[in-house]
């Protein structure tokens, strides 16, 4: 399996998401001093930007494959018995975010009336990080998968 790219559409966005919160709370500091009156939404934007950044920056872990994970034991099974517990525990989290994805769905329809507090906008934006922060690890689990079998098919046998 080849490495991952060094950037990708996630970790960029996490990385702007990032740059804008540092933003967002050094303004929320200054307007605590004599010299600057902060707005008020400074303090909801950034915990909507951290969510944001938060779900953004797990799919990038996930195209990593740089998730935490205890793998001594399975380290010491033959490789092919390894590629699949791979792909078994793979599709077992398939299952999983394809379930959070409806659910993130579902709570995006059900907050799509409830307006914010300071930001001019529903609350469905701030939900709706977990809806496509899940369809972007579908979707690397998916490519992972995939690549998983191309490498099984074309491996060259050793001699």
Known sequence: MKPPRTYS???IIASILFIVLIGVVLLQIFGRTPILRGPVWTEEAARWIWVWMAFIGIA???RQDGQLKMAFLAEMLPEKFRLV??????LVFLGLVGHLIWIGYKTVLRTANNISVTLPTTDAVLYASALVGFVLILHRIIRRLLGRRDVSVTREPTL
Do not use: M
């Open 9 to 11: 559409i996630e970790g």
């Open 85 to 90: 517990l791979y792909t078994l525990i793979d």
């Open 60 to 62: 990038e872990v996930e």
